[in-house]
Structure formats: C-alpha cells, structure tokens
C-alpha cells in the first residue's frame, strides 16, 4: 500500500512538471513566432507603368502599403488608396535629380512630412556627376527631404523645402554647425539641378 502511494505522488509530480515544461515551451515558442513573423504588410507590383506620387513608376514595381484593414496584407491584387503608401521599391532604377535611385520611403514620424530617397551609385554614369551626386555619395545613399506636399515623391523643386539628413548630418544636430553647413550646400546643389 505504501509503495502505491509513493508511485501516485511521483507520477503527480511528474505530470506537474511536464505541464509546466509545456507551458514554458509554449510560451518561448509564441515569443519567437511574434517577433520573428514575416512582414504581412500590404502591397502592389505595378503590372505596367503608372503614375503614382507624381512619379511614373515602370512595370515591376513594389508599393508597399500601411495596413488599414486585416484582408489587407501581402501581395493585393489591386492599388489601394495612395494616402496609405509607406514606401515604393523600383525593379529598375530610376532617376531622381539625376541620381539613379532605387527606393523611396515616407518618414515614419508623423510630425516630419517627407521622405527617404535611396540612391545606387554603381549606376550613375561618371560623365552625369553634379556637385549635388557627389555630396550626396559623400555621405551615404540615403537622402532625407522634407516637402511641403506629402503627395508629390517626385524631384520637384518646388515641393523640397530643405534637405533634412544625408548619412551621419542630420538637421536635428542643430548646433554642430559643420552638418548645418554641409546640409545647405547639399540643399543649394540640389536646387540648382535642371529638371
């Protein structure tokens, strides 16, 4: 009789820890698959050239969407509305201010309008460089530029109001005045590009 209640205590404990041991690895397991999910944010491949943001973007190009509804994720069969565009991603290279470019990203901080453009470099022809490539390849590939219509991606002089960061500068820096100093210049390089 003894030994009988010794096996039912132990395979109580037993079961105690499996359950807790599952629940454990449940709970590791959910954490992984939350942070490691893959992205299911809206998008569009243009199926022929279009004219979106004031720019026209050539066929096999990915508009990336912000989710509005849940049916509204990964690849949409149609454009949504072009208020809710976080980013658009060009198969080819396209030219912005004479800069081949490859993507252009919409700032995520509401309070800023404006937008990230991402320029390859290895495509720019040698005999096309401005003063205005040449700072901006001094820097990195990304250039910060802030418009006054959120609407207009294109290299509208008119809509750029300044030029907001190019690598390590960046306007919020406001005392270093060598950044400010570079950001003006790169700004007066840009304004002075033909359309």
Known sequence: METKKIFIVLGIIVLIVVGYFYVYAKGLGSMYVVSNKADESPFFMTIEPIVIKNILLPK???ITYKKQYFW???EQKKLLDEKNILSISFKEVISWGGVPITSINKF????????SVYADFTKL???KETEFSNLWQSCNKALAIN???????SFNKENILDTQGCGRNNRHFNEDLAQQSFLNNLHAELMKIKD
């Not at 995520?108 to 937008?115: K, S």
């Open 72 to 74: 509204e994720k990964n």
């Open 125 to 127: 022809d040698k005999n």
């Open 60 to 62: 096999g190009t990915k």
């Open 147 to 153: 418009v006054k219509d959120i609407n207009d991606w």
């Open 108 to 115: 995520f901080n509401l309070d800023m309008i404006g937008f």
